[in-house]
């Protein structure tokens, strides 16, 4: 799961410096620069924070980052399938 990864790139889509989004956040610049760099992960009330901060519903947040690992074996073709339209609808709704 690259949830870090996901919150930085909509953050910067969004034109937002680190900085400005710890601070409407609530949170220290360096903080969110470890969750981004997915070496600290947040507890909920942070992501909840943070993804009401991004405008994006915690549970997309989470959809946008699963990887491949994260589906068990038995269903990773399914994902593979659903995961690039599931995600250009989501793109397009959420403008991500």
Known sequence: MNLGTVIKDIRKQKGQTQTEFASSCGITQ????????NSKEPNLSTLKVISLNLDIPLPILF?????EEDISPEKRKA????NPSVKSLINEFFKV
């Open 30 to 37: 360096t903080y969110l620069s470890q969750i981004e760099n």
């Open 63 to 67: 959809f946008m980052s699963l990887n």
């Open 79 to 82: 994902f593979e399938i659903i």
